[in-house]
């Protein structure tokens, strides 16, 4: 990795803890086949099996949970849009591509201007309904930090007899999350957001629900998704999710961060929009854009300066466009193409922040200067 970052894309990856390294390392260098019958085997799986556990005691699955370990959170949301096999699927404007793109029948679920889901409008998509039907709202955007009322969405799901899928990826580690009390049937979690490995997700089914598995041809994960587990990425992903708990109070304080990051820009530029900022957010993420400042020349210069930001997911091959959320929101395409993504993570600083505030006011004040020099 280069020397001297400030890295501030957690919402895209966030760097590995080095306890979790540690564990890694070790199962790295073992052998052993989870569906193996002998000691090495069995070894694997009692492994798999401590991080199945850990992973339910992070979101209080009960004990009619089902935890079924993926390559990551792009599948475990599409076992669940897919493997849960209802007739129709309603998923909100600003789910993730992995969400929005695993049917191509899904009808959306439109947003406010603040990002948050337009529960009389899903109201009305349900009114009447007799089929089958899942509803699939995140808890967290990853790229506004906006918390979806899904207590809400729950109410209105039961009402109309409705499944839930919740892909809460961004609120693991963030915010309390706890299934039992949220009511959702099907949750999607993720290793690399909480300081695990990339490689790793999980679908955590609540009350004996299932799904049917997209990747066939062997027994493993409950018949649920077939493949040989990773175990050193699983252990990890299992000791991630314990720290990611133990580790929650500590995390809410990265909102100093982030609003000195916001505070600082308006200063700088009056003009400066933050997206959500009416809304509940997670207190690691600011997206803003400052009008008339191209998001990818913004990205360019703070890159040169090493200072890693996004304009939004992650999941686009590196490309530089404008975010597909915010246009859900309803926010015109010349100010969302200028929109940058500030995340901090479990091992910011104050310096990072000051760092950022520092090269993105002297990338502003090369601009002004050349617009006035025009």
């Known amino acids: ?52 556990d850990r992973i339910a005691r992070l979101v209080n699955a009960g004990p009619q949970a089902v935890t079924v370990f993926t390559s990551g959170a792009s599948e475990a949301n599409n076992l669940a849009v897919r493997g849960a096999g ?23 679920i439109p947003v406010l201007p603040s990002g948050l889901v337009d529960l009389a409008a899903l109201d009305r998509m349900l009114e009447g309904n007799t089929e089958q039907t899942l509803l699939s709202v995140m808890l967290v955007n990853n790229e506004t930090g906006v918390i979806q009322p899904l207590e809400k969405v729950m109410e209105i799901a039961k009402k109309r007899g409705a499944l839930v899928h919740c892909d809460a990826v961004q609120a693991i580690g963030r915010v309390s999350v706890d299934i039992q009390k949220l009511g959702v049937d099907y949750m999607t979690i993720s290793s690399h957001k909480i300081g695990g490995p990339q490689g790793a997700g999980a679908l955590v089914m609540a009350n004996c629900v299932s799904v049917a598995p997209q990747i066939v041809g062997g027994g493993q994960e409950k018949n649920m998704r077939a493949g040989t587990e990773n175990v050193p990425a699983i252990a990890g992903f299992g000791l991630a999710a314990e720290l990611a708990a133990a580790d929650m109070g500590q995390y809410e304080n990265l909102a100093v961060l982030r609003d000195r990051v916001e505070k600082e820009l308006k200063k700088i530029a009056p003009s400066v929009v933050v997206f959500g900022a009416d809304a509940p957010r997670v207190a690691n993420t600011t997206m803003f854009a400052a009008p008339g400042l191209a998001a990818d020349m913004q990205m360019i210069a703070l890159d040169l300066a090493n200072v890693c930001v996004s304009n939004g997911s992650a999941c ?56 006035s020099n025009g």
């Not at 590995?16 to 799986?45: D, F, I, T, Y």
């Not at 760092?355 to 200067?369: C, H, L, N």
Request: hydrophobic share 45%; aromatic share 4%; with cysteine.
């Open 1 to 52: 990795m280069t020397q001297n970052l400030t890295y501030l894309d957690h919402n895209a990856t966030t760097p590995l803890k080095p306890a979790v390294l540690e564990v890694m390392q070790v199962l790295l260098a073992a052998p052993g086949n989870a569906s193996a019958a002998h000691k090495a085997g069995r070894a694997a799986r009692a492994v798999i099996e401590q991080a199945r």
């Open 86 to 108: 209802c007739e129709r699927v309603l998923a909100s404007a600003v789910e993730h591509p992995s969400v929005l793109q695993a049917r191509d029948d899904i009808e959306i």
């Open 316 to 371: 686009g091959s590196g490309t530089v466009k404008a975010s597909r959320v915010l246009k859900a929101m309803g926010v015109a395409d010349d100010v969302a193409s200028c929109a940058l993504r500030v995340s901090f993570g479990w091992n910011s600083s104050v310096a990072d922040a000051e760092t950022f505030i520092k090269k993105w006011a002297e990338m502003y004040q090369r601009t002004q200067k050349r617009a």
